[in-house]
């Protein structure tokens, strides 16, 4: 099954920005938000090295990934389907 893993961390303010459009999806695709200050194990598998990281999995491998500030609701649905 398909998911979508959101990396985020409370200090990071593009993050912040990008929170409202992440928790809109939510509602139609399957999101996971992880807080990269309380989750290093589940960064460390997925090799989060900045945030915010979205991560698209299936059966839990990465099938792709979007990282950095001018991340968009439509390039998400696009990876994501």
Known sequence: MKKILYFT???????????PRIEKLAAELPIQIINVDTSKATCDKYGVKSVPCIIITMNDYGIGRIVGDNITEDAIRKMFN
């Open 9 to 19: 961390a409370p200090w990071c303010e593009p993050c912040k920005a990008l929170r």
